[in-house]
């Protein structure tokens, strides 16, 4: 993010510490249960969102090198992602042209050739097949017509994009895919940070359930009253819509000793002060935290049930720092877990069970739940549904 647009958002925050007041919605929003439910409309989630849509899948240093892979089937369909020996980004259906069997396990690594467990088939990190194992024996087959099939993808600002989709003629464009938040993306310099650690969470939720967890800080004084809840000031954000795109940020609670101790309000640490909460349409949270930065992929595993792909990446003052003193970075999910999984989760599958359960027609999304509003019509937007409307008091 720009210094400009950081003084201006910790203006906003100074202010809303001192008056009480948050970014506010024009007024509350109700939004069906049957949105969390329903069989159909998470068929047409699926197509959509998650095989037309360019979706958000990491930074670029998850491929480090030239040679490099990352295998990842969260979209449902088994991706492997490479950086080929020129260091460019690809991506591919990681289904073998013989008989469909993944290639590669998920997970990483680096070498220039994979070989298919089933027969041993042989591709490049280009996806070519260059070998097919007794090969004379098999019959006679043109390997470049065999190859592994390509998916759009792209890579900018240090972030990767793909389309799960081997049918897709798309191609990716990845400012338009930001729109107004390209800014953001190109200026925290994500290109420089290193890949720390991933692990995925499971939970009886809708996944866009999962997503409304990351989407209010009314919550923090209530239910992480022991956790998070005394590092931020509780119901206080900025709005800011970019398209189908959301930023909010939050102030931590050290904000105004810090402000005392940092007289030149230019000199402020911006990151010190705030968490940044993005959505990146349809399916992503990026948070830009203290010394990291958090990429969580919500994905349905039928209505009411999700994965939520969680990786955490370092800035390079941070990397050194773990390095030097051995903290093995999986130590943070300890943490992020007792808030993440233990509450928000909770909460929110007792909000799917109510909804299956058929107890309330609606959920209500308040003035001060302004992301909520956000999020539930970019989806809506995204499927030509009719948009909720905001009811005035
Ligand atoms: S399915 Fe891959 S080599 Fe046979
Ligand atoms: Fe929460």
């Avoid at 979706?55 to 240093?61: I, K, P, Y």
């Avoid at 903290?327 to 599958?349: K, L």
């Avoid at 359960?357 to 001060?368: C, D, S, T």
Wanted: net charge negative.
């Amino acid at each position: 993010m720009r210094k400009d647009e950081q003084l201006r958002l910790l203006d906003i925050l100074e202010d809303g510490i001192a008056t009480g007041r948050t970014a506010f919605a024009d007024g509350v929003m109700r939004t069906p249960a049957s949105d969390f439910t329903c069989p159909d409309l998470l068929a047409q989630e699926q197509d959509v969102f998650f095989r037309e849509t360019p979706l958000f899948t990491g930074l670029s240093c998850d491929l480090p090198e030239p040679g490099t892979y990352w295998a990842d089937s969260q979209t449902g369909l088994p991706i492997l992602m490479t950086r080929d020996e020129d260091g460019e980004f690809r991506a591919f259906a990681n289904a073998c042209r013989h008989r469909g069997a993944q290639v590669v396990p998920d997970g990483r690594g680096e070498r220039p050739r994979v070989s298919c467990p089933f027969h041993a088939w042989t591709y490049n990190m280009r996806g070519d097949l260059v070998a097919v194992n007794r090969a004379d024996s098999f019959g006679g087959i043109d390997k470049g017509q065999h190859g592994l099939v390509e998916l759009p993808s792209a890579e900018k600002y240090g972030t990767l994009w793909v389309i799960p989709n081997p049918r897709s003629r798309e191609t990716i464009d990845v400012d338009a895919c930001f729109g107004e938040l390209a800014d953001d993306m190109e200026n925290w310099g994500l290109g420089a940070y290193q890949h720390a650690a991933t692990q995925v969470l499971e939970a009886d939720v809708n996944w866009k359930l999962a997503i409304d967890t990351f989407g209010e800080n009314y919550h923090f004084p209530v239910l992480h009253r022991d956790t998070l809840g005394p590092g931020f000031h509780g119901n206080l954000q900025t709005h800011d819509v970019m398209g189908l795109n959301y930023r909010m940020v939050f102030a931590r609670s050290n904000f105004q000793e810090v402000a005392k101790a940092v007289p030149d309000r230019d000199q402020w640490p911006f990151r010190q002060m705030t968490l940044c909460v993005y959505f990146v349409y349809p399916n992503t949270i990026f948070l830009v935290d203290m010394g990291v930065v958090d990429v969580l992929r919500m994905f349905p595993d039928g209505t009411g049930r999700s994965r939520t792909a969680h990786s955490v990446y370092f800035t390079p003052n941070a990397a050194d720092f773990f390095r030097r003193t051995g903290t093995d970075p999986r130590e943070r999910f300890a943490g992020f877990n007792s808030v993440v999984q233990s509450e928000d989760y909770v909460m929110a599958a007792s909000t799917q069970a109510c909804a299956e359960a058929g107890i309330h027609e609606h959920f209500l999304f308040g003035r001060n739940e302004p992301a909520l509003h956000h999020y539930h019509n970019a989806h809506r937007k995204g499927l030509g549904r009719p948009l909720l409307q905001v009811e005035n008091s």
